[in-house]
């Protein structure tokens, strides 16, 4: 079944794709790094749909090859609630100094980046001209062009389908501000681990669709 999910994801590849994937097959030295990104939501009342839940946590995993294995450079960010601000100033700034590189995410254009974008404004910092220095994948809209039908499109599904580990496997989406609060509380990194598993699971999704499995 993983064959011909591969298989019918290549027919289906858009042009924009195409081209990240030709750039993950050339030397390190003529491809450009490819960025993994991920935030989380501090939401204890379920999915941030009216856009007021802060972003507490955010990583960039950087790969010059798009293979974690052969490299990998991780700044991730984790502040409280109320110091969203901080996070997302610092967040900016670590953008802004990466120029002519890939973002790779899961669901980010639907959720991840223009949320960014949302929250930044509402403490005056500007995300759009940042994400337009970038090329973007959405892992996401690559996987649902596949037309193979799968029980779920969640990026840890597709993860334990490809044949992804992970380290943190008793979190989601809908706990994830239960074990936030226990890094308030206790300082417990968990919930950082979790987001950088996310950001590094966007680096694996895209090493293993180039490759032809993981």
Known sequence: MRREFLARWREDV???SRAVFEGLNRPPSSSPP???FDIETYSPNGF????EDPVVAATLAVSVDGDPRRGLLLLSL???PSREETLLT????FLSSSRGSCLVTYNGARFDLRYVVHRGRRHGIGFENVFSNYEHMDL?????RSRLRLPSYGQKAIEGFMGIGRVVNDLSGAS????????LRFGSLKPLFYNMEDSVGC???LKGLAKGGV
């Open 14 to 16: 858009s042009p924009m």
């Open 34 to 36: 490819y960025i993994g």
């Open 48 to 51: 941030p749909r009216d856009g």
């Open 78 to 80: 984790i502040y409280p």
């Open 90 to 93: 610092w967040l900016r700034c």
């Open 140 to 144: 996401y809209e690559a996987v649902r």
């Open 176 to 183: 994830y501000h239960k074990a936030f609060q226990n890094f």
């Open 203 to 205: 680096l694996n999704i």
